[in-house]
């Protein structure tokens, strides 16, 4: 998986953190098992609320993403 994410896999990024995982739908689920192989999310016990956080790859992601939409 490249930097070419899906809009529900982008959608979950920015939700992650505050994410109840328990109740995800299977595409939900899905989208979490791709997100974490590629490096965009990791499992935390430290983070309240959720059993992920979102790695520096993510922040970075979502960061350029807003840029860009800020150009527009």
């Known amino acids: 998986m490249s930097d070419?994410?899906?809009?529900s896999?982008?959608?979950?990024?920015c939700t992650i953190e505050g994410h109840d995982h328990t109740n995800s739908s299977s595409d939900?689920?899905?989208?979490l098992e791709q997100l974490i192989?590629?490096?965009y999310v990791q499992p935390t016990?430290?983070?309240?609320?959720?059993a992920f956080e979102l790695t520096a790859k993510a922040v970075a992601f979502l960061g350029e993403?807003?840029?860009g939409l800020n150009e527009a």
Not at 4 to 7: K, M
Not at 9 to 13: F, R, T, V, Y
Not at 45 to 50: F, K, R, T
């Open 4 to 7: 070419d994410l899906t809009n």
């Open 9 to 13: 896999q982008i959608a979950l990024l």
């Open 65 to 67: 993403l807003g840029a």
């Open 28 to 31: 939900q689920k899905r989208d």
């Open 37 to 39: 192989s590629a490096g």
């Open 45 to 50: 016990q430290d983070h309240p609320g959720s």
